[in-house]
């Protein structure tokens, strides 16, 4: 099986839109903000394009705070990031460096929870 890839298309009345491909069948996904999975994710199969399925990813409102959000999606049978998305909300920044450190954090927070299960189960 080829390597799944998921490409962001939009976001839309509060919904961030993306297309998987590489996927015979439907993939299992978890979207993460904050080190909380967000609940309303929904996978379908592109009519007409097959390997291809549509992503739909509803912001909750909560999430909106002034600066920057980060949400990342990964793949729950392989545990692979697939995307990532950033929401930035209040006061113009400068540049995008303060997205890149979010992005930076919230992969690391991953990590970190993959590593600590790692040493929970070979230690038993």
């Known amino acids: 099986m080829t390597e799944a890839k998921l490409f962001g298309t939009r976001i839309r009345a509060g919904i961030w839109e993306g297309v ?15 080190e909380v999975p967000l609940d309303g994710v929904k996978v379908a199969a592109v009519a007409g394009h097959p390997g291809q399925w549509a992503v739909q990813v509803p912001i909750p409102v909560q999430a909106l705070n002034d600066g920057v959000q980060t949400f990342i999606i990964r ?13 930035i909300t209040g006061g113009a920044l400068d540049d995008d460096i303060r997205a890149e450190i ?14 600590r299960r790692h040493c929970v189960e070979t230690a038993s």
């Not at 998987?20 to 904050?34: C, D, K, N, R, Y």
């Not at 049978?77 to 929401?87: I, Q, R």
């Not at 979010?102 to 929870?113: F, G, I, Q, V, W």
């Open 20 to 34: 998987i491909t590489g996927q015979t069948s439907a993939p299992h996904l978890e979207v993460m903000h904050l």
């Open 75 to 87: 793949d729950l049978d392989t545990g692979a990031k697939l995307a990532h998305f950033t929401v």
């Open 102 to 115: 979010d992005l930076l954090r919230a992969e690391l927070d991953l990590l970190k929870r993959a590593f």
